[in-house]
Each structure stands twice: as structure tokens, then as C-alpha cells.
């Protein structure tokens, strides 16, 4: 198993839809999640992070962490079209926070 | 306030030929990375820098190799490029404290496209 997994999609929803990204990660990793988005040609912007059991929410963003199953999730409430764009998954090697490990990515489609 | 600063931002090679990618962050971060990005891989760790002087290697070094400058800048050489070069690589910085729930939020500059012919 990858460090970190993602489906690569692409997935689309509809406007207005929730949009529901999911990673899944290695006992190789430290349970400090990130979630990055990448508009296409664009570098990633940290748009949130997660390290506690449970959810945590930002405006239409929330993170998921389910420490038990190993899987971590982004959901997006009323999807706009500007939402369209990649998200990276990223979380700490074990005992070593300054480097991260990126998941390959869900492309994101939001169509009106 | 300009962030991480790359250049150049767009760049083609000859097989074989040298060159140096140039970072620069102006957020006082004690860590630095290169990373680069390839179609359908995500992001590979290169080399980092946890302070001005020490250099580590990350998932892909070879081929590579890195210079901490100073404590803002960070460059990386290609010393004879090859094809399995050509990506899009990034530079970011990140300080070592907790920040909003997380530590060691990275920053990234806007990318360099390089391509190896």
C-alpha cells in the first residue's frame, strides 16, 4: 500500500451538489492531514488540515478523520464551479514532520 | 509581501546540459523542499532543508543536487539533465511551529515547467 492513496477521478458533481474527496494512508505515516487544492497550471494552496478524530470545518469546507479505518476526507457543501481543480492529500512521514507525502490527486469537476 | 519566488518559470534543455532552479522565500521559514510533479503522481519530495546549512534527500534525489544558501534561498542543479527530467518542479518553505491546528504548513512558489529534449 501507497503511503498515501487517492482516486485519481476525475469525479464529477453538479452545482450545488456536495462534493465528498477521500485519501486513505499507511501506518507509514503521521496522522497530520492536509488537503491541498491545484487549479490547473497553478501551484497547491493549503485550503485545510485535520489531526484530531472527528470534523472540522472551514466556511463550505469539511475535513474528516477517521483514525480507526485510516482514511481522511474532504467534503465540499454547495460545489461551485470554481471549485473545479485537483486535491492533494498530504500528511507528515512518520517522526518527521518537515517532510510531507502528496497522494496523486482526485480531479474535481463541477459542472453547472 | 512576495512569498516563495521561483525562476525561471518556464525553461527548455538539451540532454546534458546544466542549470539551476533558483528559490527564494521571504517568510523567515526555516524549512525549505523541491519537489517535483509529474501527470498522474502527485508530488515527489526531491530534497529539503530543515535549517540554513543541512540538506536532506527526499523520495527522487538522483540526478539532483541542492544548495541552502542562506537561510531564504534554496537552488537546485540538474548537472547533465535527461528526458525522465522533464516535469513541472516546485519550491516551498514552512516554519517549524504549530500554526492554526497544524505544523509545518507549506508554501509553494508558482512552479518552474521544465523540458529536456
Known amino acids: 500500500q501507497k503511503e498515501v492513496e487517492q482516486n485519481s477521478g476525475p469525479l464529477s458533481v453538479p452545482e450545488g451538489a456536495i462534493a465528498s474527496l477521500n485519501c486513505t494512508y499507511s501506518?507509514?505515516?503521521?496522522?497530520?492531514f492536509f488537503w491541498y487544492r491545484q487549479y490547473s497550471g497553478k501551484s497547491p494552496e493549503l485550503i485545510m488540515s485535520?489531526?484530531?478524530?472527528g470534523d472540522k470545518e472551514d466556511g463550505r469546507f469539511t475535513a474528516q478523520l477517521n483514525k480507526a479505518s485510516q482514511y481522511v476526507s474532504l467534503l465540499i457543501r454547495d460545489s461551485q464551479p470554481s471549485d473545479s481543480a485537483t486535491y492533494l492529500c498530504?500528511?507528515?512521514?512518520?517522526?518527521?514532520?518537515?517532510?510531507?507525502?502528496f497522494g496523486a490527486g482526485t480531479r474535481l469537476a463541477v459542472h453547472p | 509581501n512576495a512569498g516563495v519566488t521561483q525562476t525561471p518559470k518556464f525553461q527548455v534543455l538539451k540532454t546534458g546540459q546544466s542549470m539551476t532552479l533558483q528559490c527564494a522565500q521571504d517568510?523567515?521559514?526555516?524549512?525549505m523542499y523541491w519537489y517535483r510533479q509529474d501527470p498522474g503522481m502527485g508530488l515527489r519530495l526531491i530534497y529539503y532543508?530543515?535549517?540554513?546549512?543541512?540538506?536532506d534527500k527526499g523520495e527522487v534525489p538522483n540526478g539532483y543536487n541542492v544548495s541552502r544558501l542562506n537561510k531564504r534561498e534554496f537552488s537546485l542543479r540538474l548537472e547533465s539533465a535527461a528526458p525522465s527530467q522533464t516535469s513541472v518542479y516546485f519550491c516551498?518553505?514552512?516554519?517549524?511551529?504549530?500554526?492554526?491546528?497544524?505544523?509545518?504548513?507549506?508554501?509553494f512558489g508558482a512552479g518552474t515547467r521544465l523540458s529536456v529534449l
Open positions: 532543508s530543515a535549517s540554513e546549512g543541512t540538506t
Open positions: 516551498a518553505s514552512s516554519e517549524d511551529r504549530w500554526r492554526g491546528g497544524a505544523k509545518n504548513i507549506q508554501y
Open positions: 517568510m523567515n521559514h526555516n524549512s
Open positions: 498530504a500528511a507528515p512521514f512518520s517522526g518527521g514532520y518537515n517532510k510531507l507525502i
Open positions: 501506518d507509514r505515516v503521521s496522522q497530520s
Open positions: 485535520i489531526y484530531s478524530n
